[in-house]
């Protein structure tokens, strides 16, 4: 009796996820109605959350994609104005990988301050390098090693396509003339920014990339360090800077 009663509990799996017909019986039928409500109770939190960070649509360059809703947003992450003290040139962008934060410094000891997702652990990345090559809507290849480690990933994803992790723009950061394999560019998961995220790339807002592609022309300098911004305002003071928009 026990064995027929898994038997039973089987099949009536296996029907519930289309893999076996199931008889249309008063009870099965009630059965599948709450087994799909207890789906639906699973999977629609988490769906509701993710569409959270999207607020209506944008057209750029013939594209449409989903704005970025920076009211479900932490103002710490918007991009704003703050001051900043650095040796370096202005023009040059500074990534602090500790605190999540992509500087571009400008005159008067002020920056542009991006909160950005960084490389999780294992993939974090110092050093500098410079903006050799940038692309509007940009095609992505995943690179040999990923692949490797995730051998359902496809050849490639076309530009523009709501599947493409790159987003609006990429920014090709090379070091000696060489490709590091390291980009700046945009995002599919907004709730990311300001996590360990990413396999090494530079995570932005979508609408902070194409903000930071007009910004850096061809042979910017890239300084990423992991503490940086200890060289800035405290964060008792970062609510007192001027927005940009």
């Known amino acids: 009796m026990a064995n027929e009663k898994s038997d039973l509990l089987t099949l009536r799996c296996l029907a519930l996820r289309g893999i076996l017909p199931m008889p249309w019986t008063r009870r099965n039928i009630v059965l599948g109605g709450l087994a799909l409500l207890g789906a639906g109770a699973i999977r629609k939190p988490a769906f509701a959350a993710a569409s959270s960070y999207f607020d209506g649509t944008a057209v750029d360059n013939g594209v449409t994609f ?31 990988t500790r605190h999540h934060f992509l500087y571009v410094i400008m005159e008067n000891k002020t920056a542009i301050r991006y909160g950005v997702g960084v490389g999780r652990e294992g993939f974090k990345w110092f050093g500098r390098a410079t903006i050799d090559s940038k692309s509007l809507w940009p095609r992505w290849t995943p690179p040999p090693e990923m692949r490797k480690r995730h051998p359902e990933l496809p050849e490639f994803v076309a530009g523009g396509s709501p599947k493409n992790p790159l987003g609006p723009r990429a920014m090709y950061l090379h070091r000696d003339g060489v490709d590091t394999g390291y980009r700046f560019h945009g995002t599919l998961e907004p709730w990311s920014i300001g996590k360990d995220a990413s396999s090494g790339c530079i995570r932005m807002f979508n609408e902070d990339a194409i903000d930071l592609y007009q910004r850096c022309p061809i042979g910017t300098a890239v300084q990423v360090l992991p503490h940086i911004a200890d060289q800035a305002e405290s964060a008792t003071q970062v609510s007192q800077t001027t927005p940009v928009e």
């Open 66 to 96: 989903r704005r970025t809703n920076f009211a479900k947003i932490d103002k710490q992450w918007h991009r704003q104005v703050v001051k900043y003290f650095s040796s370096e040139p202005i023009g040059t962008v500074v990534v602090d």
